[in-house]
């Protein structure tokens, strides 16, 4: 009777009688410690599977079951502690003991067990750590970049900091920690694919902070947003302790989700035992959304610190300078000789400037244009030193950013009849969403759903309007730096508009490449634009497959929180019979805060002597 009470309550605590040893005599760890141990080995629950790690490889383990059997690999855990233990894990051709493989592990041993382990000597892990030299850790978050589908987001990754100071050039001395896939450079088109399937393992790594600076800011032109943590001594060290650990560890790489911002959310849970932060991200894991939860966990208290992309401090030196000297920049950049009376302004920026195009052309900054570099920098020293650089205005932060998740409806009249709509986007942004934390004049949609009740001759319908499985366009102008391609490229399900198909649910491919110019005046801004289009057209069994070339023309005019888009686009369809379509779009919008809005939808669609129209009024809400 006692013994089935006693085996009861184990079975209630997750323990099975084999496991009785670990429970009565050698430890006794209470339940928080054992969601500690759970959490050291990177294990989550899941709907339809049991509790397991979602590290998938061997030398990470102890057991053959350590993904899914968390106590009895600590069981073996201890056995192999213990320091006349034979059992070695190698790591870059060194053997090491347990203890000195997984030294955080080994706190918690110590932590549960009712006796004292003898520790043994760690001379790899002790020159590790004086090398990291961990005293605070920074969150970085890094803008979304349209020129590679891995970040379209954005990314997150930490800095291990030896210094405090923000500004101090010595950062570029810390070290920069981050999740990535093991991709290949090569595999760009499958990239997709195979990220949304989760078949690239993917790995934690440490770099110097100056390459990853290197790489987003000055390569891909995005700027920094650095969070400190406000981590203890004490949970700073277990970072560090972790991060060693992790070395063993591989884990699948998923784009939407289990992607480079979900997987560093478990160093902090680790680093301060007892916060959950992976829980939140189930379907969608968006780089800003886990700032967010990080700073509803208390581990951020202040505001980041801006770091501007390369491309961001030549711009604002450009602003800084008279028309004179802007036109005499240009002038230099393609192939004017110096006058020898030029400013340390004008120098400091043609400096970047050449930096800048070196890194663009994959070439190092003292390759590029050397007798330029070198006759400004001679030039350069001749000018006193510059008290201050040109104030870079700092954007807003990404947290201020609208919430990742919208949902809108609307109502309106449909040829024939009318319609009330809503829809759902789990991620990320679009042309009419607010501006503020995201790029401009960008579209980033993943699964959007658009769900109607239709009023059609008298007959109420409820159906399908639109299926968007993904979709990016980017509309961002060029500027006298560098050209910026304007380019679209999605798939979706969609109620055709073509007089001769109208109504008919199909699947549309279509990708487009363009270029866009801005004009600014004060708080106004015009954006035109010119595409070319492709697409393919599946609808029916006639023509299952019909192409679509076409043209389109836009602008875009906003004025504080009001946006309004128009655009022109005409296309002609083959094979079958060859049709001519002209649709004209007006879209309008008010943001009355950053994740509320208001919105008017016009469409007209003319060709073959029909004449087809949609008008739609709602409002669109966003929230996380």
Same mark, same amino acid.
């Given at each position: ?36 141990? $759970? ?15 979602? @590290? /998938? ?32 894990? *190698? ?5 090491? +003991? ?11 041993? =110590?932590?549960?067990?009712? #006796? ?20 605070? @850790? @920074? ?17 997150? !990754? ?54 990853? @600076? ?7 032109? $995005? ?10 001594? /004490? ?6 302790? +972790? ?28 680093? #301060?035992?007892? *916060? ?17 939860? %990080? ?84 030039? #350069? ?10 104030? %870079? ?35 990320? +942004? ?40 993904? &979709? ?10 560098? !050209?910026?391609?304007?380019? /679209? ?6 109620? !055709? ?10 699947? $549309? ?46 602008? /875009? ?9 128009? =655009? ?17 779009? &007006?879209?309008?919008?008010?943001? *009355? ?26 409002? *669109?809400?966003?929230?996380?």
């Amino acid at each position: 009777m006692f013994q089935r009470l006693i085996s009861d309550l184990l079975k209630t605590l997750g323990a099975t009688r084999k496991e009785w040893p670990l429970f009565l005599f050698a430890l006794s760890p209470t339940l928080e410690q054992w969601q500690e141990w $759970r959490t050291l080995l990177h294990t989550r629950a899941s709907t339809f599977t049991e509790e397991r790690s979602e @590290v /998938v490889n061997d030398e990470f383990f102890l057991t053959p079951t350590g993904r899914n059997d968390f106590k009895t690999e600590a069981l073996a855990f201890e056995e192999a502690a213990e320091p006349n233990s034979t059992r070695r894990f *190698i790591l870059q051709g060194e053997k090491l +003991h347990a203890q000195c493989a997984f030294p955080l592990r080994f706190k918690w041993l =110590e932590s549960v067990s009712s #006796r004292s382990i003898p520790a043994v000597p760690c001379p790899s892990l002790k020159k590790w750590l004086n090398q990291l030299a961990p005293q605070s @850790v @920074v969150l970085v978050f890094s803008s979304p970049y349209l020129g590679s589908p891995a970040s379209l987001f954005g990314h997150t !990754f930490f800095r291990i900091d030896k210094k405090k100071n923000p500004s101090d050039p010595e950062l570029m001395l810390s070290y920069g920690v981050g999740f990535e896939a093991a991709a290949n450079e090569s595999e760009a088109l499958m990239y997709a694919v195979k990220g949304l399937l989760g078949l690239y393992p993917g790995r934690y790594s440490v770099t110097p902070y100056y390459q990853k @600076v290197q790489e987003y800011g000055h390569v891909e032109n $995005r700027d920094l947003h650095e969070y400190k943590l406000n981590l203890t001594p /004490v949970e700073t060290e277990r970072f560090a302790l +972790h991060l060693w650990e992790l070395q063993f560890a591989v884990a699948r790489y998923f784009f939407f989700n289990r992607n480079c911002s979900y997987h560093t959310l478990a160093l902090l849970e680790i680093a #301060r035992p007892g *916060i959950d932060l992976r829980s939140k991200f189930g379907v969608m894991t968006v780089p800003v959304d886990t700032v967010r939860a %990080v700073r509803a966990s208390g581990l951020i208290k202040e505001e980041p610190h801006y770091r501007p992309s390369l491309k961001t401090q030549i711009q604002s030196g450009l602003q800084a300078l008279d028309p004179k000297e802007q036109s005499h920049f240009f002038s230099l950049r393609k192939g004017a000789t110096l006058q020898g009376n030029e400013s340390a302004a004008l120098l400091d920026t043609l400096l970047d400037d050449e930096q800048y195009r070196a890194f663009r052309g994959g070439k190092s900054p003292l390759d590029a244009s050397q007798t330029l570099r070198e006759d400004l920098l001679l030039a #350069r020293s001749k000018e006193e030193e510059s008290t201050s650089k040109p104030k %870079v205005t700092l954007p807003a932060s990404p947290e201020g950013a609208h919430e990742s998740t919208r949902i809108a409806l609307s109502a309106g009249r449909i040829p024939q009849g009318t319609g009330t709509f809503i829809e759902f986007r789990p991620a990320f +942004h679009g042309l009419l969403d607010p501006e503020a934390g995201m790029l401009p004049y960008s579209r980033l949609s993943l699964v959007e759903t658009k769900l109607g009740v239709a009023r059609i001759q008298n007959k109420t319908q409820f159906r399908l309007q639109e299926l968007e499985f993904a &979709s990016v366009e980017q509309y961002a102008p060029s500027t006298a730096l560098d !050209f910026q391609p304007a380019w /679209v490229l999605g798939g979706k399900l969609l109620r !055709f508009n073509d007089p001769d198909n109208f109504d008919h649910l199909g699947f $549309r491919f279509q990708a487009g490449y363009g270029a866009s110019q801005e004009i600014k005046a004060g708080a106004v801004r015009l954006l035109g634009y010119v595409m070319g289009k492709g697409a393919m057209d599946a609808f029916g069994f006639d023509y299952f497959a019909r192409l679509r070339p076409s043209t389109s023309a836009g602008l /875009v005019l906003t004025v504080g929180s009001f946006r309004i888009w128009n =655009e022109a686009e005409t296309s002609i369809r083959f094979p079958g019979k060859a049709s001519w379509v002209l649709q004209l779009e &007006s879209k309008a919008s008010y943001a *009355i805060t950053n994740n509320f809005q208001l919105n008017a939808h016009l469409t007209e669609v003319r060709g073959d002597n029909n004449f087809r129209s949609r008008i739609a009024t709602g409002a *669109i809400a966003y929230f996380y």
